[in-house]
């Protein structure tokens, strides 16, 4: 069985999200731990987080992913943007223990000049100051598009990150497919040397979760537009392979398409439909 879930509004809290997961055919879901830009988080409601961890045991949920907000860079250049993505990080950490045992996905960074070696020593030393052995979340790292000065498009840089963190079991990577296809792994004529050179660099092992999109551009264009599953340069036919293939077919997928609510529900039932 798919464990496919989208990228939900966190406005109405977690047992609204999980209610709307099943209704578009889910069994998982994405959330924003905060305005996407920012800011300060609403307060957890302790019996709402128990509402949904009690509807996820009872509809076999798999594991649900919060996401960081975008400002988030813990590779920026000005100490007060870094000092930022610290408070925020370790707030939103704090937060998923009212869930505990699910993941939290971040974009590693944008360096802005200082260099891909100094962006990866910075992100590792924020999660150095973060991370703790009690808690029970783990924390993602996506694979990026490469636009800018983003850390983290190829493979070994993620790699670098994950070997300079102490507490390793704590960390994994969600690949995103339409980063990846930006990135220039070609994910539609070789999905297998793709998910090798995957292997042979971080470990399969870290791969956690799938953020499933389509590209509204090519390979190795380095932009980061998504476009609805089926419509971009990845298409139907390798959302196929992707979502049979061996590794990646029990991992939790989440769609970050171009949709509202009926929408995701369609992409839903496509991606089911394609299940063999
Ligand atoms: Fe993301
Ligand atoms: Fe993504
Ligand atoms: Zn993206």
Do not use: W
Request: some cysteine.
């Amino acid at each position: 069985m798919l464990n496919i879930g989208c990228h939900l509004s966190a406005s109405k809290g977690f047992l609204n999200m999980g209610k709307t997961a099943i209704e578009l055919g889910g069994n998982t879901f994405q959330f924003f731990t905060r305005n996407p830009r920012g800011g300060s988080a609403k307060d957890i409601d302790p019996e709402d987080a128990k509402a949904l961890i009690s509807l996820m045991q009872e509809n076999s949920f798999a594991k649900i992913l919060a996401h960081a907000p975008y400002t988030l860079n813990a590779c920026a250049k000005v100490p007060s943007i870094r000092e930022f993505a610290y408070n925020t990080m370790l707030d939103d950490l704090k937060r998923m223990e009212y869930v505990p045992g699910n993941m939290y996905n971040f974009h590693p960074g944008s360096h802005v000049g200082q260099g891909v070696e100094t962006g990866i020593e910075l992100i590792s030393d924020l999660l150095n100051s973060i991370l703790s052995e009690s808690q029970t979340t783990t924390v993602l790292l996506e694979t990026m598009a490469g636009k800018g000065s983003e850390v983290g498009s190829r493979f070994e840089e993620l790699r670098e990150i994950i070997d300079r963190v102490e507490l390793k079991d704590k960390m994994g990577v969600c690949l995103d497919t339409c980063h990846v296809n930006d990135a220039g792994y070609d994910i539609v004529n070789d999905l297998d040397g793709v998910l090798t050179e995957f292997d042979n660099v971080i470990g399969l092992d870290r791969l956690k979760a799938l953020h499933l999109n389509d590209s509204k551009n090519p390979l190795g264009a380095h932009k980061d537009r998504h476009e609805k599953i089926g419509e971009g340069y990845i298409g139907t036919d390798a959302f196929e392979r992707i979502v049979n293939h061996p590794v990646l077919k029990d991992l939790p997928m989440f769609l970050e398409t171009p949709n509202e609510l009926p929408g995701y529900a369609e992409e839903i039932k496509l991606l089911k439909s394609l299940c063999k």
